[in-house]
Nanobody
Framework: VQLVESGGGLVQAGGSLRLSCAAS????????MAWFRQSPGNYRELVAS???????NYADSVKGRFTISRDNAKNTVYLQMNSLNPEDTAVYYC????????WGQGTQVTVSS
């Protein structure tokens, strides 16, 4: 399985970004997918997940600001991030919700104050 994340960048506090993750080499639609993030000196943490049926869950720190979605026809999962703050600065990764696939390169999100 290959995962390719994109859409990161530098944004001011209060801004928005939309991340994309394209998966190949697997039957994407049957798996729950998730976004994770890792900032320097911290463990990789779960940000949001979406089941194969579209049910979603969010970390408390992003609830109400981030929205995860998926397009099974495109083998792609998205993360819409609004009202960004500097604490959201991290490298963002996607994976199965169980995090059992090899990690992609991630996409850097930097939020300036």
């Amino acid at each position: 399985v290959q995962l390719v994340e994109s859409g990161g960048g530098l944004v001011q506090a209060g801004g928005s970004l939309r991340l994309s993750c394209a998966a190949s080499g697997t039957t994407f639609s049957i798996y729950a997918m998730a976004w994770f993030r890792q900032s320097p000196g911290n463990y990789r943490e779960l940000v949001a997940s979406i089941s194969s049926g579209g049910s979603t869950n969010y970390a408390d720190s992003v609830k109400g600001r981030f929205t995860i979605s998926r397009d099974n026809a495109k083998n792609t999962v998205y993360l819409q991030m609004n009202s960004l703050n500097p604490e959201d600065t991290a490298v963002y990764y996607c994976n199965r919700a169980s995090a059992t696939w090899d990690w992609g390169q991630g996409t850097q999100v930097t939020v300036s104050s």
